[in-house]
């Protein structure tokens, strides 16, 4: 009876332990996501104001592809929107397992 009261606490806490660890991992996709969305609106609102301050230039569309704050926030949403489709996968799954379980 000892091992076996010792067995399922033990099984107990690891059980927790994953647990845990799947919601640090979701959380830390979270707020990678909310970092990526920052800078991506960060990149084009200073697209934005650069194209402003230089209204009276002709810019090509070219010129606009190659310009790095248009890159970064390029990067940055279609990154934003990777990450969050891993942590909404990834958080279904857990859910599931732990439901089914």
Do not use: H, P
Not at 23 to 31: M, N, Y
Not at 37 to 63: G, M, P, R, T, V
């Amino acid at each position: 009876m000892e091992f076996a009261n010792w067995s399922n606490k033990y099984i107990e806490k690891i059980y927790y332990s994953v647990r845990v660890y799947i919601l640090f991992l979701i959380s830390i996709l979270s707020i990678l996501t909310l970092v990526f969305d920052f800078l991506q609106y960060k990149f084009s609102y200073s697209n934005i104001i650069k194209d402003y301050e230089n209204e009276n230039e002709n810019i090509d569309e070219e010129d606009y592809d190659e310009d790095i704050y248009y890159k970064l926030s390029t990067f940055f949403f279609k990154n934003k929107q990777r990450i969050i489709i891993v942590g909404v996968v990834y958080f279904i799954y857990c859910m599931l397992k732990i439901i089914l379980t």
